[in-house]
């Protein structure tokens, strides 16, 4: 394919008007006669409702509608979905979640009430005033003690509070293994709840015409989340909801969804007839939108007398939350066993998962979603096993690297590329661990403790399979690149101009991204997953591939030559060996004409196509931290970086570093400092806002080092692979493994996220003789 703009860091176009408050967000689109909604949420963890008295709320002014449950099973509408697809070894219990509570509340923060009014002020007001009767009931609020004999029971139809029972691999193969090991390292590991804490809240603006609903709102993906409001909520046709999205604040996977407020907005427009908006401040989201992670359990890894490793076995309890939300039983098992055993050789391995309903927000997917729990389970494993052997664990690791493609994992992943031994020996050069001992050194002379961590990470990368595009030529001169993934941050008006440019030969500036909108774009399956590049940037070739299939007889007829004496390159066709040529443009306006078209030719030159593929991408990396940790507070500062990844072919390096630095900021956020955070007992949410849950601000975060080892990929015609969850992947392990560096000489080998000051010094106390 040619080359033109492929490979250059181009600064993205969007950040100009994003950098000077020209974005247009949900809450930037005026909307005269806009009433606004407020949900009233639980305040318990668990209770039965006895009764709600809305009568004072109705009779404030500004009130134009108050609903409750009842509403829902007037206006039959249905409870929200959970689609995902996961082969378990019973059917997953999915008990209903009605967009507001039936007769009992089953988490903080979930919604019982939502309140219409002329202002949102007002709206809260009223919310304030209606009565809920509650009986409180025991509330359990971590995976392991809902699944414990006596827990309170959260679903009848689910005894012991088990959602599910997922197992894959070899279990005979997988013991055998262990019963000849001359090591066994066994953890017990905890990845810590998150939240994905977009700087944009989830907002949305719901209208009904009287034929049709529109949904704008913040969000990932429009096509999934039409098909369930239409199939499975509203028992409605699908062509009866448009949904579109404007300018996206990030989303990090939590937009994916369908939330039970943009039900109720939709059910409030019906009614009123009447354009209803509704934003979620920060605590709401906290407390009521999804959280992530939260997978615990045994980890144990056999391996021979030198060193070699022979079977991994986990045995997990995933947190659910009170409700399986989308995709949340697909995270910790179908994606956890893609990714289980990273980049290296191990021939046998076992994956048992147990999903648990607890008095928490439903769990969903979030930045790699199952793979960075997979890979973060698999480098402490490595890491506690070079420990126990007394072996160096980069050379451990080296030694058990998959080195010849293509490998087919244990639980079935084949691999087509790797440049895993490659990534390793270039980061530890660029790392400068042969001068680490003076570093450390010199720590120890000003009173501090230093470590230095390694580890690897490998994506399997896809997210949904199949996606659309489309290439139309606009009245206006501009070419459209129509598209069925989406953009919410990761640059896209940049990215996919840039290779159209590269392909089609015209400039970057002449195409327009068209996106988010049901109504222009007739498939998709948005973002997620790392998948918009790789799946939607093989649509678009596909797609440009027809245009130029479709210009070529037109070409040929413009300049009367024969279509098989074209050739096409810098955006003309030009007749082989001659200077007769035309430009793609005056192709594309001759095309509009019939009278310039040969005969049985259709007008126009716009064409769409759709990827059917389902192949995964392999993007793999190996990182290094280096920390610093005062003894006397705990206090872990983080003091360098470097990674040495590899996402096949760079379309702009530039943006690629921005979503790798992105996803490693928030990687380190798990490792060092965030935290969802539930009281036992009462279920009380104690990490409701900003002021309690800490994600890492620009201080917290050391210059990110990235370098690039470029392997292309076969399994799309770009040759890429997704970078946009690599950073959050590889990051956790990293530090984490750099902190317990620090701390080994203390004797302290294990510590689970987030590595807090206090969790540190206590560790550190502990350890030391008072």
Not at 51 to 70: K, Q, S
Not at 224 to 248: K, N, S
Not at 307 to 324: E, K, P, S, T, W
Not at 352 to 361: C, K, M, R, W
Request: charged fraction near 20%; aromatic fraction near 6%.
């Amino acid at each position: 394919m040619p080359e033109g703009e492929i490979g250059r860091s181009v600064r993205r176009r969007e950040d100009l008007r994003f950098l000077t408050g020209a974005g247009r967000y949900v809450m930037d689109v005026a909307m005269p006669g806009a009433l606004h909604g407020v949900a009233l949420r639980s305040p318990h963890a668990h209770a039965r409702i006895l009764g709600i008295d809305t009568a004072a709320a109705l009779a404030m002014p500004g009130i134009h509608l108050v609903l409750t449950h009842a509403d829902l099973l007037t206006e039959g509408i249905g409870p929200l979905p959970c689609p995902a697809v996961v082969a378990t070894v019973a059917p997953i219990i999915v008990p209903p979640r009605d967009a507001l509570a039936a007769d009992r509340v089953r988490y903080v923060g979930e919604a019982v009430a939502f309140v219409v009014a002329e202002t949102a002020a007002q709206a809260r007001d009223a919310a304030e005033a209606i009565l809920v009767e509650y009986e409180t009931l025991p509330a359990v609020v971590e995976s392991r003690a809902a699944l414990a004999p006596g827990a309170p029971q959260l679903w009848p139809q689910a005894p012991g509070n088990a959602a599910f029972r997922f197992e894959r691999g070899d279990k005979a193969a997988v013991e055998a293994a262990f019963a000849v090991a001359a090591h066994v390292v066994e953890l017990e590991l905890i990845n810590n709840r998150v939240h994905a804490a977009p700087i944009e809240p989830r907002a949305a603006v719901a209208r009904w015409d009287g034929a049709r609903f529109d949904l704008m709102f913040s969000g990932q993906g429009v096509h999934g989340i039409r098909r369930q409001l239409a199939q499975d909520v509203f028992q409605l046709p699908e062509e009866t909801f448009r949904l579109h999205c404007p300018d996206v604040g990030g989303g990090f996977g939590l937009k994916n969804f369908l939330f039970p407020e943009y039900v109720a907005l939709l059910l409030a427009a019906r009614r009123l007839g009447r354009a209803v908006v509704w934003t979620a401040d920060y605590t709401e989201d906290f407390q009521a939108a999804v959280h992530a992670r939260d997978l615990r359990g045994r980890a144990r890894l056999a391996l021979d007398a030198e060193g070699r490793f022979l079977a991994l076995h986990a045995d997990l309890a995933a947190d659910m939350g009170a409700y399986c939300s989308s995709h949340g039983p697909a995270c910790p098992t179908n994606s956890v066993s893609t990714a289980i055993g990273g980049v290296y050789a191990i021939p046998s391995i076992r994956l048992e998962v147990t999903g648990a309903f607890t008095n928490t927000a439903p769990v969903d997917a979030y930045r790699g979603a199952g793979k960075p729990e997979a890979n973060y389970l698999t480098e402490r494993l490595v890491e506690a096993a070079a420990r126990q052997l007394a072996l160096d664990p980069v050379e451990l690791r080296r030694r058990n690297l998959i080195t010849a493609f293509p490998y087919r994992s244990a639980l079935g992943m084949l691999m087509d590329t790797g440049r895993f031994a490659a990534n390793l020996s270039e980061l530890e050069a660029l790392a400068d661990r042969s001068g680490f001992a003076a570093r450390r050194a010199e720590g120890e002379a000003r009173g501090l403790l230093r470590g230095l961590g390694i580890a690897c990470f490998l994506e399997t990368s896809r997210g949904a399979p199949h996606e659309w595009a489309a290439v139309r030529f606009a009245d206006d001169g501009m070419v459209e690149l129509c598209l069925g993934t989406q953009s919410n941050g990761q640059g896209h008006e940049t990215s996919f101009p840039q290779f159209a440019a590269a392909h089609l030969g015209l400039p970057a500036e002449r195409f327009r991204l068209v996106q988010a909108d049901t109504d222009t774009i007739p498939f998709g399956n948005g973002h997620g997953g790392a998948r918009s590049l790789h799946v939607g940037g093989t649509a678009l070739v596909m797609a440009m591939e027809a245009v130029l299939e479709k210009a070529r007889p037109i070409a040929a007829h413009l300049l009367q030559a024969a279509p098989e004496a074209l050739d096409y390159a810098g955006g003309r066709f030009r007749v082989h060996g001659t200077e007769r040529s035309v430009a793609l443009e005056a192709v594309a306006e001759a095309a509009r004409d019939p009278a310039n078209l040969p005969e049985g030719t259709a007008p126009g030159l716009d064409a769409e196509a759709k990827n059917l593929s389902e192949l995964v991408t392999f993007p793999s990396g190996a990182h290094c931290a280096e920390v610093e940790i005062d003894p006397e507070t705990g206090q872990v500062t983080l003091l360098r970086y470097q990674a040495v990844d590899d996402y096949g072919r760079l379309i702009n390096p530039l943006l690629t570093a921005g979503q790798v630095q992105g996803g490693l900021a928030q990687g380190i956020g798990q490792a060092l400092l965030e935290e969802v955070a539930y009281e036992p007992g009462s279920g009380q949410l104690l990490s409701a806002s900003f002021m309690d849950y800490c994600v890492p601000r620009a201080a917290d975060l050391p210059p990110l080092e990235i370098a690039f080892g470029e392997l292309p990929t076969a399994s799309n015609p770009l040759g890429v692979k997704g970078s946009g969850q690599a950073g959050a992947i590889g990051a956790p392990q990293t530090v984490v493994a750099a902190v317990l560096d620090a701390l080994a000489p203390l004797g302290i080998g294990h510590l689970d996220m987030p590595l807090t000051a206090e969790r540190v010094w206590r560790a550190i106390q502990a350890a030391t003789p008072q």
